[in-house]
């Protein structure tokens, strides 16, 4: 069959399948949580993550080795273009180690600083993630950042070394510095080149052996966590959860811990990689459920899912993240306003990170004052309006709010230039 993707381009599903259900759909019920395990990719920008990706995927056939793969989950035009993940994107793969097959759920994500939250929302959907380290480049910023965020999260960090085939590429020295830096055995470090393939053979086993399973039953009451959405304009909004105890199927009644609405399932599924229906998504296993969800508003990352009638304890979601940089965001054409509107409310579905306030200029009108976590995602957010949503818009200078304390103990709030005080002040 076809799958409508996220910009309702035709997608033919792939035709791997385990024990088809009844309308043909995979039945992963057969794995049990000692057979699931859920990692994600992290580095510093241009480690080789969203390469990695791709040779694992081959590894396990869920794309074919036709030595044209390149970055298969950045599937956003802007990702394509630039060279950069912008996007952590979800895989499902059935590997099969020492005549036991297993589900392994992959998140690739972004490595620039800028994306973040995407990164921490992703950890919390796994229980343990690869470091990716450049055997030439070394330890180097995001690597720290990313290695304290799963540390929090309480993962079992793999660290590895990538581009060790380079001529440039020192491995000793790298794997002194993670030894220095985080404390970790050198010795363990598995060295490879995600680009050749060199040493990738080794990594699913490497993963199974060191990450826990999840943790959870599925006898207990169905509850997820609802990490990542997009909008689909034929299936509505669509969400990614990660299912901690239970299970869920088609058909189920299941209700939003935020607020209380009740939705009826429509569709499960896994990504593989393009969204590929199962007859259930079970405890420990990463999906997407379309329930129906037409209103973008009552979507919120971070949600906590449970069935109808068997309330459970919410989850603790994710921290919201902090704006740094705010511009504002005008319709060239004053018309088009509504449907800009709804264009930035169907993004920031995808991107919850942007913070959105209306605000009106005496010169160019009614428009919005958007939150970015830095430059580049402002940049990366335009870019997606333009070529996602055929917007034409006008964005402002970027600025970054402070606070002035004067020496009588008052304040002031300066969130745009207009806002600074006067000589005469």
Known sequence: GLWLG?????RRRYSTRTADGPRGDIDISTFPPSRIRNFSIIAHIDHGKSTLADRLLEQTGVISKTGKNKQVLDKLKVERERGITVKAQSASMFYEHHGEK????????PGHVD?????????????????????????QAQTVANFYLAFGEGLAVIPM??????????????????????????RGVLHMSAKT?????????????????????????????????????????????????????????????????????AEVGIMHP??????????????????????????????TFY?????????????????????????????????LDESIQKLTLNDSSVSVHKETSAALGQGWRLGFLGTLHMDVF????????????????????????????????????????SAAT
């Open 307 to 339: 069935r109808e009638r068997a309330p459970v304890e919410a989850l603790p979601g994710f921290v919201p993240a902090k704006s740094m940089v705010f511009a504002g965001v005008f319709p060239i054409d004053a018309d088009e306003f509504d449907r």
């Open 102 to 109: 297993y589900l392994m759920n992959l998140i690739d994500t």
């Open 382 to 421: 335009r870019q997606r309006l333009e070529e996602e949503y055929d917007a034409n818009v006008l964005i402002t200078a970027p600025t970054v709010p402070y606070q002035i304390k004067y020496r009588d103990g008052s304040t002031k709030f300066i969130r745009t230039p207009a806002d600074f005080p």
């Open 6 to 10: 996220r910009q309702g381009v035709p």
């Open 197 to 265: 393939g060199l040493g990738v053979e080794h990594v699913l086993p490497a993963v199974i052996a060191k990450v826990p399973p999840p943790d959870g039953g599925v006898d207990r009451p169905f509850k997820a966590l609802l990490f990542d959405t997009w909008y689909d304009r034929y299936q509505g909004v669509v969400c990614m959860m990660a299912v901690k105890d239970g299970s869920v199927k088609r058909g189920a009644r299941i209700v939003s811990s935020h607020s209380q609405t009740k939705y009826e399932v």
């Open 115 to 139: 994306f973040s939250y995407e990164v921490s929302r992703s950890l919390a959907a796994c229980q343990g993630t690869i470091l990716l380290v450049d055997a030439a480049q070394g330890i």
């Open 161 to 186: 070394l990538n581009k060790v085939d380079l001529p440039t590429a020192e491995p000793a020295r790298a794997a002194e510095q993670i030894e220095s830096a985080f404390e970790m055995d050198a």
């Open 274 to 303: 393009e969204p590929t229906p199962t007859t259930s998504l079970q405890v420990g296993q990463v999906g997407y459920v379309i329930c129906n969800m037409k209103s973008i508003a009552e979507a919120h990352v971070g949600d």
